[in-house]
């Protein structure tokens, strides 16, 4: 069985921003972002696998019969999404909870490409950058004044959610500096402790020794 290598690539991206990248793998290799999601927010994930064409030096405008299986788990290591897709598609999730969550891809394994080299174009949106709202307006029957209302409203509500985050974070950091300060100061007072008592066994060991040799 082959070992699956995995490379975690964080990438740090505000929330209100959509990241277009490509990478390249190997079979079997496994890639995994990270971002940073406040809770109840859409991300859609849209990708596009192409394999390596030896003979003409680059990568084939498609490549039918390839999949990718795409991971999803939250900041409590839980399973949010977990499936093989097509080669071209799109992936969607919805987040329960705050902070950071990992999406991992990697290729399923053939023999026909076996060895092969991939390249993965992704591009990640969050927020209200997930609406699609020409479909909302046309959907809906919105003039353009009421589509930009609407747009406005998401980019509150999408604000909120992030200053709501930031929040958390801010508490759960200084949860942690203020267990770290107790943590030191406790361990400062077991070093003294120690080396008070080494102190102590040394007198008390040398006046034994000068007593026994009739010293002092």
């Known amino acids: 069985m082959k070992s699956i290598k995995l490379s975690f690539l964080p ?39 192409q394999l390596y064409d030896p003979r003409s030096g680059g990568f084939m405008p498609s490549t039918p019969g390839i999949g990718m299986h795409v991971e999803v788990r939250d900041p409590n290591d839980r399973i949010v999404l977990s499936r093989v897709y097509s080669s ?36 990640i949106q969050v927020g209200e950058h997930a609406v699609d709202y020409a479909n909302v307006a046309q959907k809906d029957k919105l003039t353009e004044l009421q589509l930009r209302i609407r747009q406005l409203l998401d980019q509150v509500h999408q604000i909120t959610k992030e200053q ?24 400062s007072l077991l070093q003294t402790g120690v080396l ?8 008390t060991h040398l006046k034994s020794f000068f007593e026994a040799k009739k010293l002092v």
């Not at 969550?101 to 591009?123: A, E, K």
């Not at 200084?174 to 406790?186: A, D, G, I, P, Y």
């Not at 008070?196 to 007198?203: A, E, K, L, N, P």
Request: glycine residues 6%; aromatic residues 14%; charged residues 20%.
């Open 88 to 123: 071209e598609g799109m992936i969607s999730f919805t987040s329960t909870i705050p902070g950071e969550h990992v999406i991992c891809m990697y290729s399923n394994s053939t023999s026909w490409f076996s060895g092969s080299q991939l390249r993965v174009h992704l591009d």
């Open 164 to 187: 709501s985050y930031q929040r958390h974070r801010e508490e759960r950091f200084r949860q942690t500096s203020e267990s770290t300060n107790q943590r030191v100061l406790w361990w």
């Open 11 to 49: 990438l740090l991206l505000m929330i209100n921003l959509s990241s277009a990248l490509y990478f390249h793998i190997a079979e079997g290799e496994r890639k995994c972002f990270i971002e940073e999601i406040p809770d109840d927010t859409t991300v859609i994930v849209n990708y596009k696998v």
């Open 196 to 203: 008070v008592g080494i102190g102590y066994w040394q007198m």
